[in-house]
């Protein structure tokens, strides 16, 4: 939807939310495949379920149907009798359209006005338009687009390549770095990967789930799962994917990897591309489902690797990518001073790998045994999102999250530590989407880790 369409239905909210009757545009929505099925079930639960919230619910999610999705849902209003929003709706988006360029509001540029020696930096003001200015003397009025005043505020950091930036040497004092070599070769402060291969990366890739378990296909995820081949190759790791799994084989093959001999490896890296719920947990929320329908908590999944489980990678990194939902709310985020320009990247090949949360049974703390490292420690997981949120996938490009997390990689990995890469990821995806998601990591590393490149 252009952004014109998305304004209008702002303004209009009040008059659709108090006046909609839902029950009665639900078949006509289908119909002309503005929703689907399981879109609609999911409107008619937002809220307490009333009207109302119904109503406010469609409205919102409408945004995301594509750049027709107005005027089809103007055809609905008229096919089930609600002439009065259709008109309103219809004559608003005639009107804006007929207002000629010129006099369209500039809300996008930024008056300034500079002197005749220019202006520094901070006696830079905006200074709001007046229909009746004083004269300017030798004052000459400058109109400059929000790039030229705030060029690094509004462009996503991870596009755009960044000066070295001062770092803290611990003394007091401030250094420039450009590629931290220094660290990379300080074993105290850095994980040392100079094997090669450095590790082994299990990729677990559940596409096609059984009908019995009503999971739907998760379409796209290939796309995820080819890149992080490519990506994690590139990085000096042995890449082995495993595809359709059931959470029996999806134990099976993480078990089998954990005794596998890793003395002359330096790291190891997992990474799970499946649907997800909320699940009990003491350490690690969250669980991934095979593809009969049963769960396999994260907790589970990183205790197979830790100190006891298994000894080789012992003081080595372990680290753990999900893609797949925390659960099944919807963000829809906040809004703030200067929204991100990004903010309409959703549309209707997005799709969550969200299941309704499911309460286990909780188990009792388990001793760890002693050693001269905490057992679970060297442990990273990355999750693609905020724990109880839904993970977006588009149908063709992939998950936001691993789109986003190969695009850092191939363009940070040479320079930056795993952490600061995973910062990067997270700003990018939270300024996707009309709904917002964030990712974010339990980290328990000791050091900073610079992958192979």
């Keep these: 939807m252009d952004e014109a369409d998305r304004q209008l239905l702002r303004r209009c909210r009040m008059h659709l939310v108090g006046e909609l009757q839902v029950a009665e545009i639900w078949d006509a929505l289908l119909s002309r495949e503005l929703f689907t099925r399981d879109m609609i079930e999911d409107i008619q639960r937002a809220g307490s379920g009333s009207r109302r919230d119904q109503a406010r619910q469609l409205v919102t999610d409408l945004e995301t149907r594509g750049r027709q999705a107005l005027p089809l849902f103007i055809s609905c209003l008229e096919d089930t009798g609600q002439d ?48 009746s200015p004083p004269a300017l003397g030798n ?39 450009c590629a931290p070599e220094q660290i990379k070769g300080h074993t105290a402060m850095a994980y040392t990967m100079d094997a090669d291969p450095c590790g082994h990366c299990l990729i677990i890739n559940n596409v096609n789930f ?54 002359a490896l330096d790291c190891f890296v997992v990474v799970i591309l499946s649907h997800g719920c909320q699940a009990s947990h003491l350490q690690f929320p969250g669980a991934v489902y095979g593809t009969d329908g049963c769960s396999v908590s994260i907790e589970k999944i990183v205790n197979i690797f830790n100190g006891t489980g298994c000894p080789s990678l012992g003081g080595k990194p372990k680290l753990f990518f999900i893609q797949a939902c925390g659960g099944e709310q919807k963000d829809h985020g906040f809004q703030v001073a200067c929204p991100s320009s990004q903010g309409g990247a959703f549309d ?49 490009s ?18 930056e530590d795993l952490l600061s890469l995973l910062l990067r990821v997270a700003n990018a995806v939270s300024e996707k989407g009309i709904y917002k998601q964030i990712p974010g990591c339990f980290n328990f590393l000791r050091k900073k880790l610079f992958f192979k490149t």
């Design 210 to 263: 059984c009908p019995s378990s009503g999971l739907s296909t998760r379409t796209g995820s290939s796309v995820d799962c080819e890149r992080l081949q490519h990506r994690f190759r590139w990085l000096h790791f042995m890449v082995e994917v495993k595809n359709d799994l059931t959470a029996k084989k999806m134990v099976a093959a993480l078990v089998e990897m954990a005794q596998r001999d890793h003395h």
């Design 84 to 131: 009065t929003l259709a008109s309103l709706l219809r004559t608003s988006r005639q009107a804006a359209k007929q207002i000629p360029e010129a006099v369209k509001p500039l809300d996008h540029l930024v008056p300034v006005v500079l002197g005749p020696m220019g202006l520094k930096p901070k006696e830079q003001r905006v200074v709001k338009p007046d229909p």
């Design 398 to 415: 992939g998950s936001w999250y691993i789109e986003t997390l190969d695009g850092v990689l191939e363009q940070w990995a040479r320079s």
């Design 139 to 177: 004052l000459t009025p400058v109109v400059l687009g929000p790039e030229e005043l705030w060029p690094a505020r509004l462009r996503p950091e991870v596009l755009r390549p960044e000066t070295p930036r001062p770092v803290d040497s611990g003394s007091g004092r401030t250094h420039d770095v």
């Design 348 to 396: 209707s090949d997005s799709e969550p790998d969200a299941v309704p949360y499911q309460e286990g049974p909780r188990t009792s703390d388990q001793l760890d045994a002693v050693s001269s490292l905490p057992t679970p420690s060297d442990i990273l997981v990355s999750y693609s999102t905020f724990p109880g949120f839904v993970s977006w996938r588009d149908k063709k």
